[in-house]
T-cell receptor
Framework: AQSVTQLGSHVSVSEGALVLLRCNYSSSVPPYLFWYVQYPNQGLQLLLKYTTGATLVKGINGFEAEFKKSETSFHLTKPSAHMSDAAEYFCAVIRYGGATNKLIFGTGTLLAVQP | EPEVTQTPSHQVTQMGQEVILRCVPISNHLYFYWYRQILGQKVEFLVSFYNNEISEKSEIFDDQFSVERPDGSNFTLKIRSTKLEDSAMYFC????????????FGDGTRLSIL
């Protein structure tokens, strides 16, 4: 069965600093991985996805993530944090089996950006 | 860009009452989902719907829950007799056929049971 683990429920960075949000996955088959962002009082917005092909994927708002099979990781990064990046970030993996490919989410990481 | 829309944004209901949460998925999408997020916890899968029937449901989705696509555009989640522990944010999502396509989420309905 597929699962994801997000290390660090809260991450705080200064504006302009590197953002690194960690996600490790468990999957017996090649995974499809996603990062979603949830701004306060809003729904889940897709940041980026990895399915096959290039292991470094670029998303919206300057975020990117690298799929590392050897480390079973899919960490999310952004070179320079902006105040507007403050939100909760969820890593997710598609669970195979059945007809539906439901998403399995991590517990989320709340990102705070300090001025 | 097409969006998944959910109504209402906030629903307050007395315990034991029925509640219906409504969603309009993206028009050319074929798979539909409901997820739940209890305050402070992770997003959990409830149910998926394809070809006018439930294709998968979680253990959370018991006999008190039902889903329906009554008119080809709306996708509803009904809770027959609400409990305090049903208080949560409920998200609707939809996606196209391909297995690796992302699910698109609505902004959610915050359900508060009193």
């Amino acid at each position: 069965a597929q699962s994801v683990t997000q290390l660090g429920s809260h991450v705080s960075v200064s504006e302009g600093a590197l953002v690194l949000l960690r996600c490790n996955y468990s999957s017996s088959v090649p995974p499809y991985l996603f990062w979603y962002v949830q701004y306060p009082n809003q729904g889940l917005q897709l940041l980026l996805k990895y399915t096959t092909g290039a292991t470094l994927v670029k998303g919206i708002n300057g975020f990117e993530a690298e799929f590392k099979k050897s480390e079973t990781s899919f960490h999310l990064t952004k070179p320079s944090a902006h105040m507007s990046d403050a939100a909760e970030y969820f890593c997710a993996v598609i669970r195979y089996g059945g007809a539906t490919n439901k998403l399995i989410f991590g517990t989320g990481t709340l990102l705070a950006v300090q001025p | 860009e097409p969006e998944v829309t959910q109504t209402p944004s906030h629903q307050v209901t007395q315990m034991g009452q029925e509640v219906i949460l409504r969603c309009v998925p993206i028009s050319n999408h074929l798979y539909f989902y409901w997820y739940r997020q209890i305050l402070g916890q992770k997003v959990e899968f409830l149910v998926s719907f394809y070809n006018n029937e439930i294709s998968e449901k979680s253990e959370i989705f018991d006999d008190q829950f039902s889903v329906e696509r009554p008119d080809g555009s709306n996708f509803t989640l009904k809770i027959r007799s609400t409990k305090l522990e049903d208080s949560a944010m409920y998200f609707c999502a939809s996606k196209m056929r391909s297995s690796n396509q992302p699910q698109h989420f609505g902004d959610g309905t915050r359900l508060s049971i009193l």
